[in-house]
């Protein structure tokens, strides 16, 4: 060993110092990298949505108008008018409005009264328009696509790399550490519940499926919980009258 000098001190600091810049700058930049990718995906996700909320306008208006240019055609040929009467509710379309509904309880239960909640997968403090109701399991799995374990608030970022278009080691990431997170917030029994309905539902499918019936006894459930968690947030309402549509889907004949 060499004997230590004033010198020789200084400069074992000086290059600890210069480690330590390096160092820290690699993280630094993989700090903005990180922020970057997120945001991008943010958009990403927010400009699908306006896209796909812009198709659904188009074919709502497209067949409205048609229908009012057959019956003003009638009424030129001197036709009674033909009354359109929307269709009820598909099994379908009963279990996506009551995704929907679950999906902003999750957010709604796992958000302070600002609307600020931390992300199920990467931690992060996100806020309302930042967060989704992402399901660590598939909501193809009938079973559990309801469960509140298995919805948990999100952000756009992870719910993206999560979902078809997304990384695959990526993606075991984010859901490893989704899942340490339900044994956290839900407990390990809710956990377990998950995996044993879903390796349950994987053997008899069939048995699993949402019937109308089953989900005219939740809805209404569903509503009343988004109703009540509302109440403790300061930020705007709902866009969607939940309950209003729900009930005007029941009298509809
Ligand atoms: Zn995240």
């Not at 290059?15 to 993989?30: L, V």
């Not at 989704?132 to 909501?139: E, L, Q, V």
């Not at 309801?146 to 997304?166: D, E, F, R, V, Y």
């Amino acid at each position: 060993m060499t004997k230590k000098t004033k010198e020789s001190i200084a400069q074992s600091w000086e290059h600890k110092y210069k480690q330590y810049c390096f160092n820290a700058r690699i993280k630094k930049e993989q700090k903005i990298d990180r922020i970057r990718e997120q945001n991008q995906k943010n958009l990403e996700y927010q400009i699908e949505k306006i896209n796909r909320k812009h198709q659904s306008d188009l074919s709502k208006k497209k067949l409205e108008y048609e229908r009012k240019a057959k019956n003003e055609i009638r009424a030129l040929d001197g036709k009674p008018q033909r009354e359109y009467k929307t269709k009820h509710w598909t099994r379908n379309q009963k279990l996506q409005f009551a995704l929907d509904i679950a999906q902003e309880n999750s957010k709604l239960r796992d958000t302070d009264k600002n609307g600020e909640g931390f992300c199920i997968s990467c931690n992060q403090k996100k806020s309302w328009s930042e967060l989704a109701g992402g399901h660590r399991y598939s909501r193809m799995f009938q079973s559990i696509c309801l469960h509140k374990a298995n919805i948990n608030a999100q952000c756009h970022s992870c719910n993206w790399t999560t979902g078809p278009s997304g990384c695959i080691l990526e993606a075991e990431k984010i859901n490893t550490e989704y899942e340490k997170n339900i044994i956290k917030k839900r407990g390990e029994d809710k956990f377990l519940e998950l995996q044993l309905m879903k390796q349950e539902e994987l053997s008899n499918p069939v048995a699993y499926k949402w019937t109308e019936i089953k989900l005219d006894e939740l809805i209404p459930d569903l509503i009343t919980e988004n109703e009540r968690l509302w109440e403790t947030k300061n930020f705007y309402k709902p866009k969607k009258n939940w309950r209003k549509i729900y009930e005007k889907e029941l009298k509809r004949e």
